[in-house]
C-alpha cells in the first residue's frame, strides 16, 4: 500500500541538469524524513540528499553546491534537482521515506540517471 515511486531519470549530457520526482502514497510524507540514494555498479548505496521533517537539508560532499532537495507536501512529493552533472553521478537513484522514531522507512524502486557524452 505504500508507495515510492521515483521518475525524472534518464540520459543527460556532462554539464546537463535533472530533476527527479518520488511521488509518495500511503503514507503522509510531511510526518517522515525524505532522503535520496543512489548506487553505482559495484558501489554502496550512498546517502545523496536528505531533508528532514523539520531542521536543515543535508548532502553529501560529492554533490553540494549542485544538487538541491526541496519537497511539496501538498502534492505528497520531494524533489532532486540535480545540475552540472558528472559521468560520476550516474547511478540508480531511489527515494527513501523515514520515520526513525517508530523505525518505519520506506524505498522506491529507483530511477536510472546516466551522465555520458
Known amino acids: 500500500q505504500v508507495q515510492l515511486v521515483e521518475s525524472g531519470g534518464g540520459l543527460v549530457q556532462p554539464g546537463g541538469s535533472l530533476r527527479l520526482s518520488c511521488a509518495a502514497s500511503?503514507?503522509?510524507?510531511?510526518?517522515?524524513?525524505m532522503a535520496w540514494y543512489r548506487q553505482a555498479p559495484g558501489k554502496e548505496r550512498e546517502l545523496v540528499a536528505r531533508?528532514?521533517?523539520?531542521?536543515?537539508?543535508n548532502y553529501a560532499d560529492s554533490v553540494k553546491g549542485r544538487f538541491t532537495i526541496s519537497r511539496d507536501n501538498a502534492k505528497n512529493t520531494v524533489y532532486l534537482q540535480m545540475n552540472s552533472l558528472k559521468p560520476e553521478d550516474t547511478a540508480v537513484y531511489y527515494c527513501?521515506?523515514?520515520?526513525?522514531?517508530?523505525?518505519?522507512?520506506?524505498w522506491g524502486q529507483g530511477t536510472q540517471v546516466t551522465v555520458s557524452a
Open positions: 527513501n521515506a523515514d520515520y526513525s522514531v517508530i523505525r518505519r522507512s520506506y
Open positions: 500511503g503514507i503522509r510524507s510531511s510526518d517522515y524524513a
Open positions: 531533508i528532514p521533517r523539520v531542521g536543515s537539508t
